[in-house]
């Protein structure tokens, strides 16, 4: 285990943390959290919904979801090119960069333009099922700009900057939209479509057992490393949202939602992540308690938080990052969580939620009746909280038994300072 973890410390986390820096890589993270206030605006009015189900006088606000949440594949487009570029320090390109990913997700999500001028298309596809197209749309963009912008044209010519800049721009953008309308209209290929079917298998494993497993484990793992969560959302948003938008649309047409493996399950729910990834709560409610006075002490600071589902200052000050005693559990909480979850639900002892509210701040089981609308949800809540009590316990002794050892130490020393 020492040998283990010191190559997790010295070898494989510095890799990871340099990958995780990696313009492209941090770029795509970025994107992913600057469209976060779209997406909470669509589930404040997914939550006032649930509201006005039993006040029908309240008027609706479903547009305002519309246009928000159901934007969210244009909205990425936008700001992956976007974020690339600034990540990449090419300072003149950010906005033109995104305002071309706007035109070409636009062409890639296949519009029919009739004789008339008006153009035809899915509205569903600029929402959370075209989050793949608009990534691979700014991708597409960002690569073509990036290239161009290293050429630096006529960087020693004696023309105004504000026409060498446009030449610099209209070179990147003539090139992007011409190649996107080549693939769009001169081939008539559907590239939603053509996205959407190379990235199924992806999605589909994501709803199995076995893929709700290595999501959830992933993220806890490498967050015991100190590596952000964030850096998974570019993998699990699309996965998702597909998912709740998939089970939206099937509440709507009176059917029984399928999949388990989205934001709201994981996150609003708390019980997979109850106190934060890694269901830390459990050890923070022991810390309490503890014999340790440090150890109480960071409980005593850090309980609130983990109540609202916020551990990072649990998981940097006890700290359980880079910590092997209590790495361990928190993996094994990665696992149990969903698998638990998934058996509850797939045997319909707890609801599906169908419904998006992306909140996950807040206290559990309060929010875990409220996304899947089963006061099942308390009972599970109980049921879980006991497993990661158990699963924390024995590793959390042994990590007291160690501070208290380190504080009686401690103790002696300054005992003998003042002695001295």
Known sequence: ????????????????????????????????QKIIPFILTGSLIFLYNVIRSYIH??????????????????????????????????????????LTAISVFIMFIKPVVNNNGIMTVNFERFG??????????????SVIFN?????NWLSES???????????????????????VLLSFEFNLDIFGLIIKIFSPI???GQTLPGFILLIFIMTFFYTLGISTWLWSAIQTPIFMAGIAANIAAAQHGLQPTNIVTNETVFTAALITMGGVGATLGLNFLMLFSESKDLRTISRLTIVPSIFNINEPIMFSTPVVMNPILMLPMWINGIT????????????????????IQV???????????????????????????????????FFKVYEKQKLKEEQEEFEELSNTVEA
Do not use: C
């Open 203 to 205: 999605q589909n494993f």
């Open 128 to 141: 959370p099922t075209g989050i793949i197209v608009g990534i691979i749309a700014g991708l597409f963009v």
């Open 57 to 98: 006088v309240l008027p609706d606000l479903g547009q305002i979801a519309n246009y928000t949440f159901g934007m969210l594949g244009l909205l990425i487009a936008f700001m992956m090119a976007n974020q690339v570029m600034e990540k990449l320090g090419r300072t003149n390109y950010p906005v033109m960069a995104g």
């Open 337 to 356: 969580g969903p698998v638990v979850i998934w058996v509850v639900m797939r045997a319909h002892l707890l609801n599906i939620p169908d419904k998006m």
């Open 158 to 180: 004696s023309l105004p900057d504000f026409v060498i800049g446009w030449i610099n721009s209209i070179i990147p953008i003539f090139i992007s939209i011409g190649l996107a």
């Open 147 to 151: 290239l161009i912008g290293k050429f």
């Open 1 to 32: 285990m020492k040998t283990f973890m010191n190559w997790l410390s010295t070898s494989f986390a510095p890799k990871m943390n340099k990958i995780t820096m990696n313009p492209w890589v941090s770029a795509l993270s970025s994107a992913m």
């Open 360 to 394: 996950g701040q807040i206290p559990a089981p309060f929010s875990s009746v409220m996304i899947t609308q089963d006061l099942h949800a308390i009972i599970v809540y109980f049921v879980l909280l006991a497993i990661y009590l158990v699963t924390w316990y024995p």
